[in-house]
């Protein structure tokens, strides 16, 4: 038997139908009691129930207990209230009218039946730098709000962007323009500016003109063209339509007594010459012709001043001592400097009909019918100038680019190269020099103006003729001789220019082909070799000869010494025994006179003389005693006897 499928039987007693019903009742009275228990909205401060009944929606704000209808009431809803701080606003719109209002804090916001509240924003707080720019969304139209305050903006409008303000200190300005009128004006500071919307800066703020005392400024209205000047000190503000003239702010031509200005209206036309010492204000119609400050010309001993008149096409030279300015119609042309010409000197002057003349430093050159202008030292005239030629430069002549002006008169050195081939077909390049002179000024103008190059291409053509016609040995060896001929033997070509050629020397030469060149080189090595060494011959002969005729003189000398010595020695020899002999007869006749000695020994010798050689003997003995010599006596001069005794 299956224990867990056994389900035991309860007998239940049938219920009544009265009872029933009175259950069913309290079930359905417990029902609608905890229903309406729950409609019952207890509503606070801040809250507020929205009752949507059968044909309209009401708000019960709190503090309150609200119990709706359940026959007239469809829904129902509690919502907090809004909350505004003192900074925040909220747009409230009402869905019935259309309508959108503006709360602003500090608030506590209860909305109405048909209102929705929009997000809540924070007021927007202005410094005294700040200011938005507000839109009417309705109206299009827009305004500024400038600060220090809060704003809130109304229900229709819209903050679209914080500007910033133009802040003008006292030397500053702005250009503004009305874009609804037009109108232009100039706002000058101090002081902030908040532009309406309608308005618009033209250009940024800028500083005003500050003008000391000796500047000032030309502004120019672009509507009507009038020019103002304002002059220092102030501080200027330009019109809405005036331009600076002049770049801005100018200073007065302050003038030195030594300078002047030219100074042109330009409504007129007329000119005026503005002379230092001054200070000199332009109007609005005047300009400075030419440079701001011109300097007068010093005219004196040096210098003088060629002057143009502009009225009459005239050119004057005014040398007379001064400083000079010009007069309004005159205009400098230059300053010419004096021309000063040295002994060797000469220049080519040329006047207003073409004409030449010719000056000269050497007063003895100069035509003395020429009147003013032909002495060595003048000025260049009005209408003259002075003549440059243009002369060859280099070793061959190839640059014509030398321009002289001052012609040297005396002879000069000038240098050449060229090219040519002798006979035998050996190409040569020439090196040398002229030595020549211009001796007929006049002469080398009317026929040539490259007196240099003239001269060289003239010696080459020569030089070519003649080096054709010799061999390379034949050159090398009369080189000199040719170069002579070349310069002679033409003679006509150079006086009729007026050169004079002293010279033509060559100073060196080389084949021009590398090859043949060694050749020569190696020649002329040896030729040198062998002439170094016949002079090294030449010199060490001359140094032997030299040297035995030194000795030959020396000899001579030495003989000529030895002579006079030996004459030396017999005159003094001769003095000194004339001397003793005189001393010995003086010793021996005062001897003899005194009669002191003995009368004459056995022999017959003279007692005197015996003791004068005495004497004699024994000064030799003290003189020997004074040396190291040693003396040796024999026995008859001592003597000395032997005695044996024995």
Request: hydrophobic share 40%; aromatic share 8%; charged share 25%.
């Amino acid at each position: 038997m299956n224990l867990s499928s056994y389900v035991p039987t309860v007998a239940m007693p049938r219920p009544s139908y009265p009872l029933i019903l009175i259950t069913a009742t309290g079930v359905l009275a417990a029902w609608l009691g905890s229903k309406a228990l729950r409609r019952i909205q207890y509503v606070g401060k801040n809250e507020q129930v929205l009752v949507k009944r059968l044909t309209e929606k009401v708000v019960v704000n709190g503090p309150t207990v609200f119990f709706p209808n359940p026959l007239t009431t469809l829904s129902y809803s509690k919502r907090k209230a809004i909350n505004l701080s003192a900074l925040q606003y909220v747009k409230v719109d009402d869905s019935q009218t259309g309508e959108t209002r503006v709360v602003a804090g500090p608030a506590l916001v209860f909305l109405g039946p048909y209102e929705a509240a929009q997000e809540v924003c924070d007021k927007t707080v202005l410094g005294a730098n700040d200011a938005v720019r507000v839109t009417n969304r309705t109206s299009g139209e827009e305004r500024i709000v400038s600060g220090p305050a809060t704003f809130v903006p109304g229900p229709l409008e819209s903050v679209s962007r914080v500007i910033e303000p133009i802040t003008l200190t006292k030397k500053e300005y702005v250009k503004l323009q009305d874009k609804l009128s037009g109108r232009v004006w100039i706002e000058c500071g101090p002081g902030q500016l908040f532009l309406q919307p309608h308005v618009v800066a033209v250009t940024p703020k800028a500083a005003a003109y500050s003008l000391q005392s000796h500047q000032y400024i030309r502004l120019q209205d672009t509507l009507t063209g009038v020019v103002r000047v304002e002059r220092g000190e102030q501080l200027v503000f330009p019109g809405p339509f005036e331009v600076a003239l002049d770049g801005g702010v100018a200073a007065c031509v302050d003038l030195q007594a030594w300078e002047y200005c030219v100074v042109q209206d330009r409504t007129s036309g007329k000119i005026r010459v503005e002379r230092g010492e001054k200070l000199v204000w332009l109007s609005g119609s005047e300009r400075v012709v030419g440079r701001e400050k011109e300097q007068a010309v010093k005219v004196d001993s040096e210098n003088a001043v060629l002057v143009l008149n502009q009225k009459t096409g005239l050119q004057t030279l005014v040398e007379a001592p001064q400083l000079f300015f010009p007069s309004e119609d005159e205009v400098v042309v230059e300053v010419r400097k004096r021309i000063k010409l040295a002994d060797n000197e000469a220049v080519i002057l040329k006047d207003a009909e073409g004409k030449y003349h010719y000056r000269y430093g050497d007063p003895a050159k100069n035509d003395q019918g020429a009147g003013e202008g032909a002495a060595r030292s003048f000025f260049l005239p009005p209408y003259w100038e002075l003549v440059s030629l243009m002369w060859s430069r280099g070793r061959r002549r190839e640059h014509r680019d030398l321009r002289i002006t001052t012609f040297d008169m005396r002879a000069q050195y000038m240098s050449f190269e060229f090219n040519c081939r002798t006979s035998d077909n050996v190409e040569m390049i020439l090196e040398g020099t002229f030595f020549w002179e211009v001796v007929d000024l006049p002469a080398m103008m009317r026929y040539t103006g490259d007196a240099p190059g003239d001269v060289c291409a003239h010696a080459r053509s020569c030089f070519i003729q003649l080096v054709s016609k010799v061999t390379l040995q034949t050159f090398m060896d009369t080189f000199n001789d040719i170069a002579r001929a070349a310069h002679s033997n033409d003679d006509n070509f150079y006086s009729q220019r007026g050169i004079k050629i002293h010279s033509l020397e060559v100073t060196r030469y080389q084949c021009a082909d590398a090859s043949t060149s060694a050749i020569l080189e190696a020649i002329i090595q040896e030729t040198t070799n062998r002439m170094n060494r016949l002079s090294c011959q030449e010199s060490e002969n001359e140094v032997a000869l030299a040297k035995l005729r030194g000795m030959v003189e020396q000899e001579r000398a030495t003989g000529e010494v030895l002579d006079i010595q030996h004459q030396h020695a017999q005159a003094t020899a001769r003095a000194e025994g004339a001397a003793e002999a005189e001393r010995c007869v003086a010793f021996l006749d005062a001897l003899r006179r005194s009669g002191v000695l003995p009368a004459g020994g056995r022999d017959g010798r003279d007692t005197a003389e015996e003791f004068w050689k005495l004497l004699r003997k024994n000064e030799a003995l003290t003189a020997v005693a004074q040396g190291s010599a040693h003396v040796y006596f024999t026995p008859q001069d001592a003597h000395l006897t032997i005695e044996n005794r024995s």
